[in-house]
């Protein structure tokens, strides 16, 4: 088969890689029915992030199993699954406890921009569409529960978003988008985008952004500051990861109120006094998808959500390299990649 | 009067000062039963934290009402009276969220360490207690309602101690022990306290620690990691304020687990990658002593807890410079003042 390796800053190569297999008896191979590009590869893409040699890539993922190892009980060939960008055994205590994502065994997800792909532990981190094989037109919005839905949802999840809440969401990425569809699902009365991107307000409304926030840094949070009589939010997701994005949400947060942040920091430094007389609850880490799949999987499959409109931009897997210029250029806001 | 004043690092003065009386018609003017030396004070005391000319001191208080202005209606003179470190108005936004000591009106008290003290914002500040005066053997247990076991408290429940939860006290300052009292307070069945010194291992114990540890830093995480099969505390109360004694507390705690932070952070920065892979939950910032105040002077005054003990030392107000002084030398824990 042919797969996606990063070679450097630009350089994404779709070339012969050998076609995976079971190694572990806890194993399953997929043969993908759609993968996708993350914002989170565009770090090592832009060369902000240093690679060490070529580097397979994609992490999210949802298609057919292929084949299973000895151990495997829970999935069985030809079952329509989703998983989690983070594999989990989902019995150590840390999985028991919410977190899978810091699962004992995780292993982060490499090599899913491909057709097919191993997963290690999948019992632990592979869910099973009830019902059988979804109709196609859902599998986009599948997709999204893997990662970039699982990942916004728990921004709005660690931001303690409440019935009723105020929320403001930072970055106007997939990632933030769907931040602003699981508030709306949580219940937020208002929810305040900031993005001054057309195609991303008019979708970050659609979501159910109440507000749209056109100004940055400490302008936004004065705006913000202004929207709310002076009191800043309930919640605050963070979806950006910048010493810049980081600062903005701190400061459009409510003394008391909750910050939860998904944007792998990159540089960000957090000065103890300051935070301490902010008041502020701070949460985030690599989303426990596996925790939400379930929930968010069966919201799909019942038209209540429709996270798949985040991909505004469908190509042939071979075509992956523009797949990452078009987001890397903000011309599209998530590719969708068909093997 | 005479009233306390900070010159310089180790100069403390008993010095005639103004007796204070009321200024503004929310104010009151309280005769003190007793005050006290805060670890806090420690910080100017020591030449850590800069002052900006001679500083009159104190913040923790409980006594009599002197005089009230002529808007205060929920306290009267004779009355005796507890309040909090921060005034507050108790009617903004930031007070009804439970946020008293981020009140838009929050002025933090000085000059406590003196017979007579201002308070302004009576109303929203100040909580007599009820059934009159109290003997005087409960004054040093009121006396800590007003910062450092409101503050202890308040890290717990910042720390999310829960029923049957594990939890660890990093801090054996008076502040760290009264936090084992309120962890067990509120269910945690095991309590970790670190602590080298004897007099305060034995008052952790006697406050509800199950266990205490002698290691610091690294070697600290590694003991609690192996005291908790691996996994870390569900609750960790960072009772310091410094950069190792805050990387001990994100340290210890479990993936998703939480730290509650009270400790003034002195230089303490937080790398946000590290952060995020923890997992953690933080929240801290100067304690809302005020929502606790009813609560903890009925828990006093019913004789269900005594924290007063963390006094170790107690001296007629006269010789406060000596009470800093055996505080600095960790001579004793924490100094009563009696005017």
């Known amino acids: 088969m042919k797969g996606t390796v990063l070679y450097g800053p630009g350089d994404i190569r779709f070339e012969d890689r050998e076609t995976p297999k079971i190694i ?4 399953a191979v997929l043969r993908l029915a759609a993968t996708c590009v993350c914002g989170s ?3 090592p893409y832009r060369g902000l992030q240093p690679i060490d040699g070529p580097t397979p890539m994609g992490h999210e993922y949802c298609g057919f199993v292929e084949e299973v190892g000895s151990a495997v009980k829970s999935v069985k060939p030809g079952q329509f699954v989703v998983g989690s960008f983070a594999t989990s055994d989902n019995t150590c205590a840390h ?5 899978q994502s810091s699962c004992i065994h995780r292993e982060f997800m490499l ?4 057709p097919f792909l191993r997963v290690p532990l999948a019992d632990g981190t592979l869910v099973p569409t009830p019902g059988g094989m979804p109709s196609d037109g859902l599998v986009p919005s599948l997709l999204t529960c893997s990662d970039v839905l699982g990942t916004g949802w728990f921004a709005a999840d660690a931001a303690n978003v409440k019935p009723g809440g105020t929320v403001v969401v930072v970055g106007d990425g997939a990632v933030g988008l769907l931040g602003v569809l699981s508030a709306k699902q949580m219940g937020a009365e208002r929810i305040i985008a900031i993005s001054r991107h057309e195609a ?6 659609e979501f159910g ?3 749209i926030v056109a100004e940055r840094g400490d302008e936004a949070v004065a705006r913000i500051k202004d929207m709310t ?10 979806c950006v990861g910048t010493q810049e994005s980081m600062m903005q949400a701190v400061g459009a947060t409510r003394p008391g109120g909750y910050v939860g942040y998904v944007g792998v920091p990159h540089g960000v430094e957090l000065n103890g006094e300051q935070l301490f007389f902010t008041h502020d609850h701070l949460h985030g880490g690599p989303a426990p998808v596996r925790r939400y799949l379930p929930k968010l999987i069966d919201l799909v499959l019942n038209g209540v959500i429709n996270p798949g409109k985040v991909f505004d931009l469908t190509l042939p897997l071979d075509q992956v390299a523009e797949g990452y210029r078009a987001m890397d250029e903000r011309r599209a806001i998530k590719t969708l990649l068909r093997p």
């Open 41 to 43: 590869d565009l770090w």
């Open 200 to 205: 991303r307000q008019k979708l970050a409304r």
């Open 24 to 27: 572990e008896p806890t194993d």
């Open 95 to 99: 999985c028991r406890y919410g977190y």
């Open 209 to 211: 952004a109440t507000d």
């Open 229 to 238: 009589k002076g009191i800043g939010a309930d919640s605050v997701l963070e």
């Open 111 to 114: 090599r899913a921009q491909a």
